[in-house]
């Protein structure tokens, strides 16, 4: 049994049961179309926006948010490598994908990883963004687990990673 791998615990039964909300046709279509935008659009989007019409802030923002970024991707993608833990649908029962993986392993959650760091570094210049990126975050994470692609513990590793990194992110540019 790979260390990562779930048991047949709260995270496992919590998987199974968001993931029957994927069952309702408009429950998955809604959660797949935030899981398309959490690909990268909507932040791409957002840094742009902020770059045009944020002036001088913005153009720090977005980036900082844009290096943040790829860091994020650069760490995901080693975690996944190194943990190479199964995605629910393909270990789990009864967990359907109701869209397809961008990538074959599921810890941790690169998107919720991403929303989670973006959204702390964007929120640290612009504080007004919260209801926006807030709401867009949690729909962001809680959609990998209803659509069959992470464990809840995927997530919130995940919620966790994306924290420090932002955090990390806006120390290192307050010493710049």
């Not at 260390?3 to 709260?10: D, E, I, M, T």
């Not at 959660?31 to 959490?38: E, H, I, K, N, P």
């Not at 009864?94 to 929303?115: K, Q």
Request: glycine share 10%; with cysteine.
């Amino acid at each position: 049994m790979h260390f990562l791998s779930p048991s047949p615990g709260f995270d496992r039964r919590l998987c199974i049961s968001a993931n029957r909300w994927g069952a309702r046709r408009t429950v998955a279509q809604f959660f797949g179309a935030v899981s398309r935008l959490g690909d990268g659009i909507f932040w791409y989007a957002l840094m742009l926006a902020l770059a045009i019409f944020g002036g001088a802030p913005g153009a720090i923002a977005a980036g900082q948010m844009l290096l943040t970024g790829l860091i994020a991707l650069c760490l995901y993608r080693r975690l996944k490598h190194w943990t190479q833990r199964p995605r629910p649908f393909r270990s789990c029962d009864g967990v359907i994908a109701w869209v397809p993986p961008l990538d074959e392993f599921s810890f941790p959650s690169g998107h919720t990883l991403h929303a989670v760091s973006f959204s702390v570094v964007a929120l640290a210049h612009f504080p007004a963004l919260a209801p926006l990126l807030l709401t867009f975050t949690a729909l962001v994470a809680a959609s990998r687990v209803v659509l069959g692609l992470h464990y809840p513990s995927d997530v919130l590793a995940a919620v966790g990673i994306g924290g420090a990194l932002g955090a990390g992110s806006l120390w290192v540019g307050s010493m710049v």
